[in-house]
């Protein structure tokens, strides 16, 4: 044998683990949820191949609204914590004093068990003991308690709210890391020129910092849309389903109601929708990465 086909050999045995990891872990769950998702599988015992049943069912007018409400969530959840993440990893990257502090400030969000955050911010919210709704009924600002979790607007924006507080600490990090990672060179010849902080900012940090944001903006899109935790403990998808996500009626279909073969055309669903995130995700950064190069 040849060195060529040792190293091709070595390099599989090498592969191997993680190959096996993939089909066992990966692949067959996706390939079973698939064929599940064409059967009335369910807590009887026959299972029978029904086809596109399942399917149809999805596309009516109520799981439209629950696809249209996921997208409007992951939208402003996504979109705050870039906000807010970007901005405070400004904060952190000057010189100011105090700075260590403030790095250590941004963890509790992520030291904090997620259960455990989510059931703060859920005290937080009720009406009669919550810290929030007191503090408006002090300031004046209402005439009563209010329920914040009770009424479908207030709901909406409480979920996104926390989840906003749990992603930023991860954003933060991650953009101010990309913010270090920049030549300082760049930054002090434009200082020498003349240019101020916010025309550094505008002309240096950003472009730069473009790549680093579409990565980050990505793995948020995937967590937030799959955010199941936060609503499930705050409203269980309620009041009247004005939090129910695709994520949540899935659990509600599969879990709750045991239809298992109609919940897993709605995974399916889901995993559409994350495959074409990703390929969207791919070809932006394979133009970045080809613009670069020219």
């Keep these: ?50 086809g596109w049943a399942n399917y149809e069912k999805i596309f009516n007018a109520s799981f439209a609204e629950v696809i249209i409400r996921t997208f409007v969530w992951t939208f402003f959840s996504v979109a705050i914590k870039m906000i807010i993440g970007t901005f405070g990893a400004t904060m952190l990257n000057a010189a100011v004093p ?32 919550g ?17 914040f979790l009770a009424q479908g607007s207030t709901a909406f924006w409480a979920t996104i709210i926390t989840d906003v507080w749990i992603g930023v600490p991860m954003v933060t990090l991650y953009m101010l890391a990309a913010m270090q990672a920049i030549p300082q060179d760049l930054y002090e010849a434009a200082w020498t020129d003349g240019a101020g902080r916010f025309y550094r900012f505008r002309r240096i940090t950003l472009p730069l910092l473009v790549p680093s944001m579409i990565t980050m903006s990505m793995l948020s899109l995937i967590a937030t849309f799959n955010s199941f935790d936060i609503i499930w403990i705050l409203t269980q998808g309620g009041p009247n389903g004005e939090t129910t996500t695709m994520i949540i009626d899935t659990y509600r279909t599969a879990i709750g109601s045991k239809k298992y073969g109609e919940g897993a055309a709605r995974a399916v669903l889901i995993c559409i929708f994350l495959s074409i995130f990703c390929l969207c995700y791919f070809r932006v950064t394979s133009r970045l990465a080809s613009g670069e190069k020219q």
């Design 1 to 50: 044998m040849d060195a060529r086909k040792s190293a091709v050999i070595f390099a599989w045995l090498l592969l191997a683990p993680a190959l096996l990891y993939v089909l066992t872990i990966v692949a067959y769950p996706l390939v079973d949820t698939f064929i599940l998702s064409f059967t009335d599988a369910s807590l009887k015992r026959t299972t029978e191949w029904v």
């Design 98 to 129: 105090g700075r260590a502090l403030f790095r250590v400030l941004t963890m509790p969000p992520w030291i904090v068990p997620m259960a455990i955050g989510i059931f703060m911010w859920g005290w937080m919210y009720n009406g009669q003991f």
């Design 131 to 147: 810290m929030i709704s007191g503090m408006l009924q002090r300031a004046g600002l209402t005439d009563g308690p209010i329920a």
